[in-house]
């Protein structure tokens, strides 16, 4: 092509690689031709597997551009523009290659096109500036049809939508409005010229030509910029120069834009004294304006669209940009519609916003886009299969609105048969890609059931929804029965509910007494005295029959556990105090049913009375001066508790055997030994014995496929080192549980693994994450840390990412949101951990009370209350570090029976019956025989 001198000045400073390459460099370019050919193969086939690989499509661009290979250059550019946003440099950039090759009025449109998309992602006032002169150098360069009324024209309106877009930019908007009003003289001139040399009669022309160039005057100064006083004094020489008298309306308008922007300049030079991105400083600025009632919507908006320029990924600012275009220009659907959709090309990975699009897709009138919308969201790499199922229900919420409505009519289809078909979609969608913890509480298929009942009053279809759930494996779940029951409780008959109750109560095993008590709840409030007698035979045996079960695994898992753990070498002074104790045993007297230590061979779920020393009417009370120790924890804790609880080693010489249940819940024997067993200690680790895995070397990945084998991970992450180890925890059954634990010889392969992050591997997304150790839960509550802060009040549909990014611009830090244990649904807390004090408490100050979702967020140190054991000891009272529970949270609590309470005979003066002030009286602290008892009740003296 034939280049235009003028298009092209400077064209040969632009670095186009191969395009400008010197033939006699071709033999010290080889090396570095193979080198980025071999980085464009790789990246096409890391871009290949995953499109949304930021960092690799700016590799490719990078290496694609120093080849100097002008199509594939505008092919990457193209593909990464339609999944991200570019950035100011990089359309720059690519603008600057295009330019010097336009020759035609072809080349010209193709890069109008680049700057259209180029003023669509991010604010930038050069960027404006530089498309209205381009189009006005083509216009003086290039050969057109184009008439030059029409040109002019065109370029005016470029400019106009400049205006409204960042004409009112407090710093830069000035070079904007110079720009613009050059161009207008420039017009004013030639129409001087013509009217000087060809004696053209162009008076009226002129005449419009200085209204304009007034007139942008006067726009601009009504508008608190930058150089106001300048611009003023500008506009006074022009208008003598011309013999222009300026408006006297324009003093006025002059005077107040000057106030006001002695009002910003303060917070524009906090913005350019803060350090980038400055997202504290704009969130002042922002809270300022609004607070302004003199500040325009538009001014609101530009300051928005300054600070996402800095700060694209944080997801607080576009959700306060989003609920503040959706409220104010509620009536621009275009506006609001391209907010929305330039919130998902930058953060693209919160389901929040796909929400939120989709939903004002359906709000202004589009709803044919709701589907495509969809689809792109399910590729936007969310990062748990909540997120997923949320999106499934948003559409699904948009089909069901569509029922019965002349819009869902129109379609074609049965709006009731495409919304089932889409729910069975959604169900398959999780079930392939997330097949461990996809639906594990089939919410899909109880908001399935939900509706057929409710609204389109079809209980059967709701049934055969359940049925199906049942048949499917979900007997066992206590939630899926209770939903059930409550839905034929609101739409069915009590009858069914019943006969739901009996179906279940042989089947439940996840929660029985839950259950239970629901049933029997329901039959006092629906039933018959006849219905509750039945219900609580009925359950009553089923609880025994839980009972024992689970006391006999618990007797299992503990008989494993002492085969497994090999007994410590004994001490002499082991085996002397294991002769002592003997002694002691044989010199106590054996009790029989009198005293309630009887053995008996079946356990009992009866609450166990409290254990008695030698004398029968009291109770064994440990004295201030007692030193605590494992054994008086091991008192209070029943058989059936204490084999459910972790067994330490032992540290004696000789393992203790097995003992047996003495009907109370305590072992035979140990209400007279109690106070002589020595104290349990936990096994001390080898020091010579080498640590397996080393967590600073170690990554945790998770969200693989159902199939994944340790080899499959060992050749994935075998590109980011040498892979020691893979653990992969698996089920009963062989499947992995979905997680895994890769462990490189050398630490620095952890930050190439974790650049692997929500790479695809076999058709899924992995999540790897560093490897932290575990510290125990006792730790976390006790330890007080100023670099830790605690976050409450939080709304449930808030997630990690977004507190990463609202921390974030005060140092780097470490989010942990708090989840329920069962539904995976957020508690409304979280822990924000950063590397120093100061940066933590910049974060309470800048953080505390501002509104996140709707909602007002608490943060303040974390400063946990301690958690005591005995004796104000903040350890565990137990060998295992666990809470001492009563033997009463062992029984069923429908069964669970009071011990009754018996008066006591005052037998005469005895040690219980003092006072707490009195010397203890030996006389009558020794134990009575019968003869005593025959004088006491005789009324003799002995």
Not at 44 to 62: C, F, G, K, M, R
Not at 551 to 566: D, I, N, R, S, Y
Request: overall charge neutral; some cysteine.
């Amino acid at each position: 092509k034939q280049r235009n001198p003028a298009i092209m000045a400077g064209a040969e400073d632009v670095d186009m690689g191969g395009l400008s390459s010197d033939s006699d460099s071709d033999s010290e370019n080889e090396v570095d031709q193979e080198q980025l050919a071999a980085t464009i193969a790789q990246c096409e086939q890391q871009l290949h597997s995953n499109p949304l690989a930021y960092d690799v499509h700016l590799t490719y661009i990078d290496a694609v551009r120093k080849l100097g290979n002008l199509q594939r250059i505008r092919h990457a550019r193209e593909r990464m523009s339609q999944f991200f946003p570019l950035t100011e440099e990089l359309w720059v950039q690519w603008i600057q290659d295009e330019v010097p090759l336009v020759s035609s009025v072809a080349d010209r449109d193709s890069v109008v096109e680049i700057f259209e998309k180029s003023t669509k992602d991010y604010i930038s006032v050069d960027l404006w500036v530089a498309y209205a002169e381009f189009l006005d150098t083509c216009t003086e360069q290039l050969e057109s049809d184009e008439s030059p009324s029409d040109a002019a024209e065109r370029i005016r309106t470029v400019y106009e939508r400049a205006i409204f877009a960042v004409g009112k930019h407090t710093l830069e908007g000035v070079n904007l409005w110079n720009s613009y009003r050059e161009f207008e003289k420039k017009m004013l001139k030639k129409l001087v010229v013509q009217a000087a040399v060809g004696g053209a009669d162009v008076g009226a022309e002129l005449g419009e030509a200085r209204k304009r160039v007034a007139a942008l005057y006067k726009r601009q100064l009504v508008i608190p910029l930058i150089g106001m006083q300048a611009t003023k004094a500008e506009l006074d020489t022009w208008a003598v120069e011309n013999g222009i008298d300026v408006d006297g309306s324009l003093a006025q308008g002059y005077e107040k834009a000057l106030e006001r922007l002695a009002a910003l300049l303060p917070f524009e030079t906090e913005l350019q004294q803060a350090d980038a991105p400055r997202l504290a400083a704009y969130w002042k600025y922002i809270s300022h304006l609004q607070g302004d009632s003199r500040t325009a919507p538009d001014s609101i908006a530009l300051l928005y669209e300054r600070a996402l320029k800095e700060n694209a990924l944080d997801l607080s600012l576009w959700d306060s940009y989003i609920q503040f275009v959706g409220s104010t220009f509620k009536g621009l659907s275009e506006k609001v519609l391209e907010t929305h959709e330039r919130s998902v090309r930058n953060v693209s990975w919160t389901y929040t916003f796909w929400q939120q699009y989709m939903r004002a897709l359906e709000r202004h009138g589009q709803p044919n886009k709701i589907k495509a919308v969809l689809e792109r969201s399910l590729g936007a790499g969310m990062s748990s299969a909540a997120e997923y199922k949320e999106l499934w229900r948003t559409y699904l919420d948009f089909l069901l609105r569509r029922i019965g409505t002349e819009e869902g009519a129109s379609d074609g289809d049965d709006p009731v048969s495409v919304w089932r078909d889409t729910v069975t979609k959604a169900e398959a969608y999780l079930l392939q890609y997330f097949p461990q913890d996809g639906d594990p509480d089939a919410s899909l298929s109880q908001y399935q059931a939900r509706v057929e009942a409710f609204r389109l009053n079809n209980m059967a279809g709701a049934r055969e929804v359940y049925e199906a759930l049942l048949a499917a494996g979900r007997k066992g779940q206590c939630a899926i029965w209770l939903a059930y029951v409550n839905l034929e409780k609101a739409r069915g008959s009590l009858e069914n509910c019943r006969k739901l109750f009996q179906r279940a109560v042989p089947l439940v095993s996840d929660n029985p007494e839950l259950l239970a008590e629901a049933w029997s709840d329901f039959e006092r409030e629906c039933g018959s005295l006849e219905h509750v007698d039945q219900a609580a035979q009925k359950l009553r045996a089923r609880l025994m029959q839980v009972a024992e079960r689970r006391q006999a695994a618990a007797a299992k898992e503990a008989a494993k556990a002492t085969k497994t753990t090999k007994p410590a070498k004994a001490t002499k002074g082991d085996k002397k105090d294991k002769k002592d104790k003997k002694k002691d045993q044989k010199a106590k007297p054996k009790t029989g049913k009198a005293g309630g230590a009887a053995v008996s061979t079946s356990a009992s779920i009866e609450p166990a009375p409290p254990s008695s020393d030698s004398k029968p009417g009291s109770k064994r009370k440990r004295t201030d001066q007692e030193e605590p120790d494992d054994r008086a924890a091991a008192e209070q804790v029943p058989a059936a508790a204490a084999a459910t609880e972790p067994v330490a080693a032992p540290s004696s010489g000789n393992q203790q055997p097995a003992a047996r249940d003495n009907g109370h819940g305590q072992d035979s024997g140990a209400a007279d030994t109690a106070a002589e067993k020595p104290a349990t200690k936990k096994p001390r680790a080898d020091p010579a014995k080498p640590q397996l895995f080393d967590d600073s070397r170690t990554v945790h990945v998770k969200n693989f496929s159902a199939t994944m084998t340790k080899e499959r991970l060992q050749e994935f992450f075998s590109e980011c080192g040498t892979v020691s180890g893979v653990r992969l925890p698996t089920k009963f059954d062989g499947r992995p549980k979905g997680f895994a634990y890769v462990e490189f010889e050398s630490a620095d392969a952890i930050i190439p693994a974790l650049g692997k992050d929500r790479t695809d591997l076999d058709g899924q997304p992995l999540l790897v994450q560093p490897c932290k150790p575990k510290t125990t839960v006792l730790e976390q509550r006790n330890q007080y840390d100023p670099r830790i802060l605690f976050v409450r009040n939080l709304s449930p549909i808030v997630s990690k990412e977004e507190l990463e990014h609202i921390f974030s611009p005060f140092g780097q830090c470490e989010v942990r949101l708090a989840l329920d244990r069962q539904t995976g649904a957020s508690r409304g807390i979280a822990y924000a951990e950063f590397l120093d004090e100061t940066a933590a408490q910049k974060a309470v100050v800048e953080v505390n009370g501002r509104m996140v979702r709707g909602k007002p967020v608490n943060v303040a140190v974390s400063d946990p209350p301690k958690k005591k054991g005995k004796d104000g000891d903040p350890a565990a009272s137990t060998a295992s570090g666990a809470t001492v529970r009563s033997s009463k949270s062992l029984v069923p609590r429908v069964v669970r029976r009071e011990p009754k309470r018996h008066t006591k005979l005052d037998l005469g003066s005895t040690a219980a019956s003092k006072a707490p002030g009195d010397a203890p009286d030996e006389k009558a602290a020794a134990p009575r025989s019968n003869a005593d008892f025959r004088a006491l009740l005789l009324g003799t003296k002995k």
